[in-house]
T-cell receptor
Framework: QQQVKQSPQSLIVQKGGISIINCAYE??????FPWYQQFPGKGPALLIA?????SEKKEGRFTISFNKSAKQFSLHIMDSQPGDSATYFC?????????????????FGKGTLLTVNP | ETGVTQTPRHLVMGMTNKKSLKCEQH?????MYWYKQSAKKPLELMFV???????ENNSVPSRFSPECPNSSHLFLHLHTLQPEDSALYLC????????????FGSGTRLTVV
């Protein structure tokens, strides 16, 4: 059972365009939603993260939009550049700050391969 | 060195071989993880160690055996693997449960022949 559904599987965008990747989840206990970026030959690296008490978080050209009622969150990359070409993973984790016990189950989506053409 | 270092980067092994993957973190983190990454599948959590104690074992076959001798080192011992075990094996570390994110190594690309 896939707990975090990510789409699209692949995305091609022209330089300067907006890249949008979407994720949906079912588990209402999730309350930490990071995005990871992975370049070929490298491990994933944390890009940006959000908690559901805010609807949007922006860091430079990267923005997470969060819709708690729809249980959806998305990554927007503004002014996309060829250097942004990578695989992007959304993820979710339940109750990181308030868990009374062991909680190490960061659940990842399947990933989106983004290609930004020059 | 800084970050999370994994060795070897590439490994080809026969189904009857025994090999080990090594991970070392230089970040002072107290939790370490093994993930399996296969094409077109989500990253699969295999094992978690917190303060050198295994806290998660995600129904991984016994042909994979983890070892965490201290908070900086993590091993994955492999024996009698199957071709479907071919994948990228990623090590990660975090401080606590990862509220500030996980730091991943570059992975070991494993091919079982």
């Amino acid at each position: 059972q896939q707990q975090v559904k990510q789409s699209p599987q692949s995305l091609i965008v022209q330089k300067g365009g907006i890249s949008i990747i979407n994720c949906a989840y079912e588990n209402t206990a999730f309350d930490y939603f990071p995005w990871y970026q992975q370049f070929p030959g490298k491990g994933p690296a944390l890009l940006i993260a959000i908690r559901p008490d805010v609807s949007e978080k922006k860091e430079g050209r990267f923005t997470i939009s969060f819709n708690k009622s729809a249980k959806q969150f998305s990554l927007h990359i503004m002014d996309s550049q060829p250097g942004d070409s990578a695989t992007y993973f959304c993820a979710a984790n339940p109750d990181l700050l308030n868990s009374g016990g062991s909680n190490y189950k960061l659940t990842f989506g399947k990933g989106t391969l983004l290609t930004v053409n020059p | 060195e800084t970050g999370v270092t994994q060795t070897p980067r590439h490994l080809v092994m026969g189904m009857t071989n025994k090999k080990s993957l090594k991970c070392e973190q230089h970040l002072g983190h107290n939790a370490m993880y093994w993930y399996k990454q296969s094409a077109k599948k989500p990253l699969e959590l295999m094992f978690v160690y917190s303060l050198e104690e295994r806290v998660e074992n995600n129904s991984v076959p016994s042909r994979f055996s983890p070892e965490c001798p201290n908070s900086s080192h993590l091993f994955l011992h492999l024996h009698t693997l199957q071709p479907e075990d071919s994948a990228l094996y990623l090590c990660a570390s975090s401080q606590g449960q990862g509220v500030y994110g996980y730091t991943f190594g570059s992975g070991t690309r494993l091919t079982v022949v």
